[in-house]
């Protein structure tokens, strides 16, 4: 290992050399590969363990104890009886299964080793005979070879673990208190991830914390805010903090390459897939769930990736994800999962199913959680005579408070809305000659009496629904509709005037350049977005007013996302595309504030914020009394732009002096080159044109002679 030197000693030999360290970019400097030069990273406790197991490669060795006793004659039936149990669940090794002998009796010692092609296939197999009633008398029981190692290395004497001093760490909602009540975002682009400050006034980011190769696939935030998590090949790990973003807890999984929080941010999903050792298995799926403060796995749950493909919208290697759902609200009790005519629901009081067994549903084929109650929404379709339905249920009582049939359905999607007041269910159903397909929608009112439904059609019911998005913790709703180049776009309520319990229309707007939807998280303002063939479009339109505040374009734009307080939208383009890599800034209405361009971008995300701990009687105090409130802000508003004049005069004046010295710079290099202009003259000494006199000389000059020798006959002719 190289000698570690100290920067007291580094400044010393840059000073003695001459070298200037502020000029250098320590940054760019990058270590050999496989070699740290003495310096530890701080990584290294995470790869400490799993570099040690490797070294070790027993992770696909099993232990069998609680095997009958049997003499030699016996020997081979046993190990045949053995083999059949253990090769059903992996492939064994040649030579792989071993049951040592006594060598006095020529007995079976009671155990054997079994040694798989891989760590998955012996942790199948750990877990599916462990346990295992070979007969009454002999029970399995089963364990890693690793396990063992780890018994075996237990002191005999107890000693009190070592007690650290408290040292306390940083407030994690710190930035929550920013006097500037600006927002955070994260950005992957190359190598480095940067977490910043979006400074709208000084129209500009302001870097917050940088750090190369930070993640190996992707980073994301917890769903308040509070963690920001990275994903590696031993596991995952978070982050938090407003400035330092100290590493708060790690979690070992190896080969990780899905995480999901649940809402409440108490508990954090991984998601690793491994490849078979026999190619007509599928991958085998491991899920553990943890206590995301004490990094403990409360539940794990392994199997083929078959048994974790029913429904949902895709996730890797034919696993749905999200695999697990979580209830809605910040308490985290309940989180199920859609299996093979099952609904399973957990409870995370013990991770048990609730009541020990799942809900039997015949053929369900997808299902959603209320975002703010325990309430299920289940879709089940067609099946021999019996129609189609959307079923809600009670958790944890599993009573059906409403259920609607539905007949001729080709599919059918279910939108919640924000509070928990709505549900959508886009129902597309078959025409009387099952050639075609028109859609409807049933809405249910869920925090009404008896929970009514209402249908609702479009005025041209053969349109194709393009898309369909709810105002947040509002009553509106947007849809794209059409089957032309330019759809149209069409706004609904949920209140009638006066009439609360039926759906209007409020307008359509015709052919638009949009496909996608996004509204503002505080409501009222949405942004007709044309993604992909549309180019990046973009229509800032007030809702309120049913008015276009702004129509813009971000060229190839893939991604549209608003900040959390609603008053900041960033588009981006990310290196889906080769070019024009970056992200914009926009103001709510559609004013473009800044732009940022990367090459290699992969990720934006704005940093969540926890729900206010404002009442909505404060809330709406505060917005009935805001002129009040702003004038602060104005002031300040004020002052910054004050600055920024002054700073763009600043800037305007550097210019100005720039382009004077640069005219100076060529009238001292004129004067210098008067002399050698002169003879260029004949000795005339003044440069002005004005003082000379044009003349037009005419000059004649031979270019080409041809001889030609004409015939006396020609000539005489």
Known sequence: ??????????????????????????DSIHLPPGDDLGIPSDDEDLLEEDALEEDQGFGNILVVDNLPVVPKEKYEKLEGVVRKIYSQLGVIKEGGLYMPVDPETQKTLGYCFIEYNTPQEAELSKEKTHGYKLDRSHIFAVNMFEDIEKFLKVPDEWAPPEIKPYVPGEMLLKWLTDEKARDQYVIRSGGDTEVLWNDARQMKPELVYKRPYWTESFVQWSPMGTYLATVHRQGAAIWGGATTFNRLMRYAHPQVKLIDFSPGERYLVTYSSHEPSNPRDTHRVVLNIFDVRTGKVMRDFKGSADEFAVGGTGGVTGVSWPVFRWSGGKEDKYFARIGKNVISVYETETFSLIDKKSIKVENVMDFSWSPTDPILSLFVPECGNQPARVSLVQIPSKEELRQKNL???????????????????????YTKTKKSTYTGFELFRIKERDIPIEVLELDNKNDKIIAFAWEPKGHRFAVIHGDNPRPDVSFYSMRSGTNTGRVSKLTTLKGKQANALYWSPGGRFIILAGMKGFNGQLEFFDVDELDTMASAEHFMATDVEWDPTGRYVATAVTSVHEMENGFNIWSFNGKLLYRILKDHFFQFLWRPRPPSFLSKEKEEEI???????????EAEDQDVSL??????????????????????????????????????RDGEASDEEEEYQAKEVEVEEILKVDEEVIPFEESQQ
């Open 623 to 633: 917005a009935k009394n805001l002129k009040k409130y702003s004038k602060k802000y």
């Open 407 to 429: 007949f001729s359905v080709s599919d059918c999607k279910m939108y919640w809305q924000s509070n928990g007041d709505y549900l959508a269910v886009k129902v597309d159903r």
């Open 643 to 680: 600055l920024l004049s002054e700073q763009d005069r600043e800037k305007r004046k550097k210019l100005k002096e720039e382009w004077e010295a640069w005219i100076n710079e060529w009238k001292q290099l004129h004067e210098e080159e008067k002399m050698e202009r002169e003879k260029l």
């Open 1 to 26: 290992m190289s000698e570690v030197v100290s920067m007291e000693e580094i400044r010393a030999i840059s000073d003695r050399l001459g070298v200037d360290l502020t000029q250098i970019d320590l």
